[in-house]
């Protein structure tokens, strides 16, 4: 029993570590993704002034880093993220998955 819970738990982190991997090496539509330091992602919501019931969209929000700290920073408000690539979308749904108040969508915002 023990032996299957570490062999499950050393497959999680392997599977992990390869997903992040293949999501730094993932280019959509020539942009490579980015990842914002996270004193950059409190300046942009400082200055936003997020307000109880606002709606905030991210478009190629990646695997959804930005929209958790905006729900952190004001948690009564609706936060949407859209991503073309399916690997960061995977991601972004597995990271968000405690947070109701966000919704992430794959798709692609150039056809929309």
Do not use: W
């Amino acid at each position: 029993m023990i032996v299957a819970i570490v062999f499950l738990i050393l497959t999680l982190i392997l599977t992990s570590i390869v997903a992040i991997v293949a999501y730094d090496q993932i280019c959509v539509a020539r942009v490579p993704f980015v990842r914002l330091l996270p004193s950059t992602i409190q300046e942009i919501f400082t200055d936003l002034h997020l307000k109880p019931g606002n709606i905030v969209y991210d478009l190629g929000c990646g695997d959804g880093r930005v929209l958790i700290e905006a729900a952190k920073v004001q948690p009564n408000s609706t936060y949407i993220g859209i991503e073309k690539a399916f690997v960061p979308y995977l991601l972004a749904k597995f990271s968000t998955r405690h947070y109701s108040q966000i919704t992430i969508h794959r798709d692609d915002i150039t056809k929309a």
